[in-house]
C-alpha cells in the first residue's frame, strides 16, 4: 500500500513539474519568434559585419525553436501518459 502512495505521489510530482514545464517552453519560442521577427527588420539596413551577426543568432533561433517544438511534444505526451496512469490508480 506504501509503495502505491509513493508511486502516485511520485506520478503528481511529475505531472505538476510537467505543467510547470509547457508555459515555460511556449514562452520561450514566442519570445525567440519575435526576437527573429525584430532582426528581419533590422537586416534591411544592417551594415556587412552586422548582417553576418544577425544570420548567426538567426540560424540559432531556428534550431532552439525547432529544439522547443520536440520538447513541447513530448512533455505533452508525459503529461498525458502520467495523467492516464493516475486516473488507472484512482480505480477500484
Avoid: C, F, W
Avoid at 514545464?21 to 520561450?28: A, G, K, Q, S, T
Avoid at 534591411?44 to 520536440?70: D, M, V
Wanted: glycine residues 4%; hydrophobic residues 30%; without cysteine.
Amino acid at each position: 500500500m506504501a509503495e502505491e502512495s509513493d508511486h502516485k505521489r511520485n506520478l503528481m510530482r511529475e505531472r505538476d513539474y510537467l505543467s510547470e514545464r509547457l508555459p515555460e517552453v511556449m514562452m520561450e519560442r514566442q519570445r525567440l519568434k519575435a526576437e527573429s521577427e525584430g532582426l528581419k527588420v533590422e537586416k534591411a539596413e544592417a551594415t556587412p559585419e552586422r548582417l553576418k551577426s544577425i544570420r548567426r543568432r538567426q540560424n540559432y533561433i531556428k534550431r532552439r525553436i525547432g529544439e522547443l517544438r520536440t520538447e513541447h511534444e513530448t512533455v505533452t505526451g508525459q503529461r498525458r501518459l502520467v495523467n492516464e496512469q493516475l486516473k488507472a490508480l484512482k480505480k477500484p
